[in-house]
């Protein structure tokens, strides 16, 4: 009754055309949309994806959308595709959140820069948690701390989001793990059971049927809510270090299941796009079909998103140090848009903050590109106060390899 | 012949460098077999030098030549104008230039596979499939 | 198990028009998810799970799983007329049942793919329902240490697929292993033989990888030769059902073969981690190994069409098991299905036995009646899929090029495997015309990814001792007894011409 209400008040105000809100909505009259999901058809992603299309569809009157599945190197091409796509609000989709990971440590192959996205919505926080087996004989925090022995956990491989939150779990609150990469899909599950492996780390409400089921119990959660049965990693942590390392895990819980557009998109057309994911996320409808399908609905809309990511992505040089350490990549450079907190020694030391901390650096003369206000530029004309998109080598001497200046 | 094996050894010998535990396992006894199966090719061309292609030989190969440019040309075809607009006039192309069928029948056959893959991927299954680049770029 | 609630469920089916018409119509749906190359199961439930949605809970389950219990069924289909696999687990099929098409026996090919898909069904119907009270033991009774040493026993069936040269064949398994290594690797999160290629990460597309390897060289041979697939040719009002009900006669003729390689494929679909191609191969490679006259084989011999095709339909029957009783799917499609299970209300886990062994009882019987009605379906136009094979060469080749590179793209989605199509198309013509086997090259691409991943993992799990696990201990044992008896076949035939 309700949506009939609302198809019929904007098939009238499309006949009146008249505001600019309004015009969005009606661009996409007759118009058909790709919602590409970076996986194969079947799985998590593809089914958040066909949910939000269905019901972005219904919210969209006259648009058409269509899913198309682009699968492979861990959602990268996916997102490449997506990013590189025309940014005429006809081409959106979905991605795992684990690529900020990716793109912090500019692992090979990325061409997408998340901080440029269009943000649309996201549309479930998914705490995740640490599954143990029965019969592992290990139940607590407490026991895998203090294990004689690494205890034996699965991951899907090296460079895999599992691994990659397991790694860092291990560093942040100092478990005692050995991790055994090549269990895809729900293959850990079945390891558990037989005991190759005692636990695994992973999306709760996907291991919760496994506990349910009375096969295992969950030792502590990433991300939970204030309410939640389960211990929170963020109160396990003791050091600083471990915080940070636990706070990027926690913001990638709460970003899940994300829909993004490329970058450029007119702002009516993106403000439509996300009016359509906010009515679609809030439809009676795609609810119900969520709960059958016990998938979690938590959305949040367009610039909290946006923000949450650029959040995630301001690491200090230190954490991303660490990072990289722990994954065992080499990082190159890191980027940040901030302004210059001190210009000393004529332009050749500057301080700004990158992440929440602030960095001194030591820019070269030769080396370093320096713009400012698009021109050609030199690091005497550098001035406190600037904003400065700034490229550089994180550690040492933090030297920059790019700066572009507003003047 | 001999080419395939030169080239199956110089592969062999291309992936140890870049490999680790397994691919070496595999690929040093394949690059060692690879050597064994070329000189006992190389001692049976010595010992019988009779050598060169026959007639029917050599048409044989000219047609898979040209079968095989056939191939490459369907895939630029579906590369730049995607399967819907590539297969019709790749099929249609193939059955009068290749094969000389009547005009009918090839028109009949071609329009009859855009239909086919027209309903089943557009209409029935909403299946996206390849947009061919020249196309996605003239039209977004 | 009460035998009445067995009975009752079965009388609940057959009587309920609205399940059998389920049926009736997730038959066809299946069959053609698996005839159009590079569709497959998975894809099927995905797009269906919309249509059942709101279901009643055994309708909704009864209609997918009819569904994607014959996509096998129809998948051989085009393995048998135009050497182009429809699914991966069907690319076995191809090595005799095209040889078969081209000996002008499609209709019997036909047949007994049919017969068997539908044995091999009811069979892993009976393996699922069997094995219920003993499931936990058995299941997890395998372990990485047992994958590795199942994937190497495949590994020595190489031998046995080689026809005449031992070397060779071990070179081109060798490749197809290497080929297998290309990807990123999960071990050290280092990418392989990718020359930098994204799309090359998740290793070679095995679909991309089968139509080209076989696909495309038979179209090439036979445009090269001129005429239709079938050599032999004949008037088409001659050819009749009875080639059809031949084949099907024969499955039942290798009975003992039949059972066997339903048996493996149910097992091997009950064990989480090796998946439908090794079991259709590993049935294949069975198939040869235990044959009395080897070298019929990749020529069109009758069984080597029944031992695939019976192993990927009895593999739904088991990889039911874990999905239904432990709430684990066996594999990616079970993973799927399983989704879709919760959607319509039913929670699989171990309770599912004690509070809803009625509706286990109505799958069962559904996997039996939809294994069985696919055959009659079938049989009715088995007679007209045949005559394809009697075609005009000049008039298939076009489509199936086209049917080949469609299948690549909908299998992976990268166009850049278009490119490796020409690559391994090419290379797949050459040891085509130089006499070099290609089935190993299958055998390696499938098992060596499961073999190198659960080799790792059991030397990371229990180091070098695994090997001694009673059932590793087994396996070894399979393994030496293969290596022998392939020697011993060889010295004896060996013997036997100089005796000759």
Redesign the interface.
């Known amino acids: 009754m309700i949506h009939r209400t609302i198809a019929s008040a904007i098939g009238l105000s499309m006949l009146l055309a008249s505001g600019p809100a309004l015009a969005g909505a009606e661009y996409y009259d007759g118009k058909t949309v790709t919602y590409i999901v970076a996986t194969k058809a079947g799985g998590g992603y593809d089914t958040y994806g066909r949910l939000i299309a269905k019901y972005m569809e219904k919210h969209l009157p006259g648009s058409e959308f269509i899913v198309k599945n682009v699968p492979g190197a861990g959602h990268i091409i996916g997102a490449n595709q997506l990013y590189a796509a025309k940014p005429d609000g006809l081409t959106i989709g979905t991605f795992n959140t684990g690529l900020v990971y990716a793109q912090i440590l500019d692992r090979q192959g990325v061409k997408f820069d998340l901080r440029k996205m269009s943000w649309i919505g996201k549309a479930a926080s998914d705490p995740r948690a640490f599954l143990l087996g029965k019969d592992a004989g290990v139940a607590t925090v407490k026991d895998l701390q203090t294990a004689a022995e690494p205890i034996r956990v699965g991951v899907s491989g090296v460079g895999s989001a599992s691994y990659n939150d397991t790694r860092m779990l291990m560093e942040a609150i100092d478990l005692k793990l050995k991790i055994i990469p090549g269990y895809s899909g729900k293959e850990d599950e079945m390891a558990i059971m037989r005991g190759d492996v005692a636990g695994a780390f992973g999306s709760r409400s996907s291991f919760q049927p496994f506990v349910d089921n009375g096969y295992g119990r969950f030792a502590f959660e990433v991300g939970g809510g204030a309410d939640s049965d389960l211990p929170q990693a963020r109160d396990l942590v003791t050091t600083d270090k471990g915080r940070s390392l636990i706070a990027l895990v926690q913001s990638q819980t709460e970003l899940a299941r994300l829909t993004a557009a490329p970058p450029g998109v007119p702002e009516d057309i993106l403000e439509t796009l996300r009016t359509a994911y906010r009515s679609a996320t809030r439809d009676g409808d795609l609810l119900a079909e969520a709960k059958k399908l016990g998938i979690p609905i938590v959305p949040l809309y367009g610039d909290d998103v946006a923000e949450a990511i650029n959040a995630a992505l301001n690491q200090s040089p230190d954490t991303v140090a660490l990072v990289a350490s722990i994954m065992n990549v080499e990082v190159k450079v890191l980027s940040v848009k901030t302004d210059l907190l001190s210009v000393g020694d004529k332009g050749k030391v500057i301080t700004f903050l990158s992440g929440d901390e602030t960095v001194e650096s030591k820019v070269s003369g030769s080396r370093t590109k320096i713009r400012i206000g698009g021109a050609e530029g030199d690091r005497k004309a550098l001035k406190v106060g600037m904003i400065c998109a700034i490229t550089y080598k994180p550690g040492g001497e933090n030297e920059p390899t790019t700066m572009d200046c507003e003047s | 012949?001999l080419a395939?094996f030169a080239g199956?050894v110089a592969?062999?010998v291309g992936?140890p460098a870049?490999?680790?535990f397994?691919?070496f396992v595999?690929?040093i006894?394949?690059t060692v077999?690879?050597a064994?199966?070329l000189a006992?090719e190389v001692d049976a061309a010595r010992r019988d030098p009779g050598g060169g292609l026959s007639d029917g030989e050599r048409r044989?190969l000219r047609?898979?030549g040209i079968?095989?440019c056939?191939?490459?040309a369907?895939?630029t075809a579906?590369?730049l104008f995607g399967?819907l607009y590539a297969?019709p006039v790749?099929?249609f192309a193939?059955?009068r230039l290749?094969?000389r069928?009547p005009l009918i029948l090839s028109l009949a056959?071609s329009a009859g596979?855009l239909v086919g893959m027209w309903f089943?991927f557009d209409v029935m299954?909403?299946?996206?499939?390849?947009g061919g680049f020249v196309i996605e770029w003239l039209f977004? | 198990m009460g035998l009445d609630l067995v009975l009752s469920s079965l009388i609940g089916l057959v009587t309920s028009p609205t399940l059998i018409g389920l049926i009736l119509i997730a038959i066809p749906i299946g069959m053609f998810f698996g005839a159009v190359p590079g569709l497959g199961g998975k894809l099927g439930i995905v797009l269906l799970i919309p249509f059942v949605f709101g279901m009643d809970m055994t309708a909704g389950a009864v209609f997918l799983l009819a569904m994607h219990a014959v996509v096998h069924t129809g998948g051989s289909v085009p393995s048998i007329l135009f050497g182009v696999p429809g699914t991966g687990p069907d690319a076995a099929t191809i090595m005799d049942g095209f040889p078969m098409a081209q000996k002008g026996e499609a209709g019997r090919a036909l047949g007994a793919s049919l017969g068997a898909s539908g044995l091999g069904g009811v069979i892993g119907a009976a393996v699922l329902a069997v094995l219920i009270p003993v499931l936990a033991p058995v299941v997890l009774a395998f372990s990485p240490a047992e994958f590795f040493l199942l994937a190497i026993l495949g590994i020595t069936f190489i031998a046995s697929l080689s026809g005449n040269s031992l070397i060779k064949g071990m070179i081109v398994g060798a490749f197809g292993l290497m080929i297998a290594f290309v990807g990123m690797d999960p071990q050290t999160g280092v990418a392989r033989f990718t020359f930098g290629q994204l799309f090359l990460w998740d290793g070679v597309d095995l679909i991309t990888a089968i139509l080209a390897m076989f696909a495309v060289p038979e179209m090439i041979a036979l445009g090269v030769k001129g005429g239709s697939v079938s050599a032999v040719t004949r008037d088409a009002a001659n050819y009749s059902i009875r080639d059809v009900v031949v084949g099907m006669g024969d499955v039942f003729r290798h009975w003992w073969l039949s059972l066997r390689t339903s048996i493996i494929g149910a097992v091997i679909g009950m064990i989480p981690g090796l998946g439908g191609d090794a079991a259709s191969w590993i049935c294949y490679g069975h198939a040869v190994q235990s044959s009395k006259t080897p070298e019929r084989f990749g020529k069109g011999a009758v069984e080597g069409v029944i031992a695939p095709e019976t192993a990927n339909n009895s593999k739904e029957g088991g990889s039911l098991l874990p999905t239904l009783f432990f709430g684990v799917p066996g594999s990616s499609g079970m993973a799927i299905l399983l989704g879709a299970l919760i959607m319509l209300g039913i929670q699989p886990g171990p309770r599912m036995i004690v509070e809803n062994l009625d509706l286990v009882w109505t799958l069962i019987w559904a996997l039996v009646l939809a294994n069985v009605l696919a055959v009659v379906m079938f049989l009715g136009v088995a007679r007209w899929v045949g005559l394809l094979a009697f075609m005009r060469g000049g008039l298939l080749i076009p489509f199936v090029f086209v049917l080949v590179f469609l299948g690549s793209y909908l299998s992976h989605g990268a166009w850049e495997n278009m490119l490796l199509i020409l690559l391994f198309g090419l290379l797949g013509y050459g040891l085509k015309e130089t006499g070099w086997p290609r089935p190993p090259f299958v055998i390696g691409l499938v098992l060596g990814p499961i073999a190198e991943v659960s080799l790792h993992q059991a030397m990371a799990i229990w180091g070098p001792a695994f090997l001694m696990r009673p059932l590793s201990l087994v396996f070894l044992a399979l393994i030496g007894g293969s290596i022998a008896f392939y020697l011993w076949r060889r010295g004896r035939r060996r013997s036997l011409e100089i005796g000759a």
């Open positions: 012949m395939i199956m592969m062999a992936f870049e490999g680790r397994l691919p595999i690929g006894p394949g077999l690879c064994i199966q006992i044989k047609t898979a079968l095989f056939w191939l490459v369907f895939m579906i590369l399967f297969m790749a099929l193939f059955l290749q094969q069928e056959l596979g089943i299954l909403r299946l996206p499939l390849h977004g």
